[in-house]
Every structure is written in structure tokens, then in C-alpha cells.
């Protein structure tokens, strides 16, 4: 079993920054592409952004292209959502997730979900 626990959510003014992270454990990090899903007030889940297990390859909800940043530190079991030049529209409860499949992650089916960390942007 893999856990996932994110942490760095907060309230921030429109056009600040947070730093999120998630921490996994139970298996190395390494061998799982992870990702980041968001799910807004009354709205599903939206995928936000994904990194390979590796850190190669990143992919982007157009949403957010620009503006935030996926990366890892496998070293240290830990994934990060650098996100600048918030909106508030970015409100939402942010989920990490991990897979040993990339697709899988960025599909919203992995095998694991953290429990959420909230963000609130306010105007």
C-alpha cells in the first residue's frame, strides 16, 4: 500500500504563490509517475498537472499552463505543485495521486489518492 499525504494548501491573495507537496510512502516514489487533480465547489475533479516517475516528461491542464509547475524530489519521497499567479478560480481541494502508469495518473485512475489539501484564493 502507498500513502499519500499533501500538505501546503492555504488561503493566498489573487496573484500569490503556494507550494504544495505530497509525500508518499510505503513503496519507493521513484517507480510512480504522480499527479495532481483539483476539485472546485461543486465541480468534479479536474486534472492539473502530472510528472513521469522519472521527472522527464510533465503535462498541464491548459488551465494552469504557465502559471504552475510540477516536479519531484524522488530522493525524497515528494512531489510538488509550485503554483504562481493564483486565481481564484484555482480554489479548490488539491489531490495528489500516484501510479506505476503515467496514463493512469493523468486520467484521474491511479491506484492512489491523497486525502486533499485545501486552496483558497481570494480576490
Known amino acids: 500500500q502507498v500513502q499519500l499525504v499533501e500538505s501546503g494548501g492555504g488561503l493566498v491573495q489573487a496573484g500569490g504563490s503556494l507550494r504544495l507537496s505530497c509525500v508518499a510512502s510505503g513503496r519507493p516514489s521513484s517507480n510512480y509517475a504522480m499527479g495532481w487533480f483539483r476539485q472546485a465547489p461543486g465541480k468534479g475533479r479536474e486534472f492539473v498537472a502530472a510528472v513521469s516517475s522519472l521527472g522527464i516528461s510533465t503535462y498541464y491542464a491548459d488551465s494552469v499552463k504557465g502559471r504552475f509547475a510540477i516536479s519531484r524530489d524522488n530522493a525524497k519521497n515528494t512531489v510538488y505543485l509550485q503554483m504562481n499567479s493564483l486565481k481564484p478560480e484555482d480554489t479548490a481541494v488539491y489531490y495528489c495521486?500516484?501510479?506505476?502508469?503515467?496514463?493512469?495518473?493523468?486520467?484521474?485512475?491511479?491506484?492512489?489518492w491523497g486525502q486533499g489539501t485545501q486552496v483558497t484564493v481570494s480576490s
Open positions: 495521486n500516484a501510479d506505476p502508469s503515467l496514463d493512469r495518473t493523468r486520467s484521474g485512475v491511479p491506484d492512489y
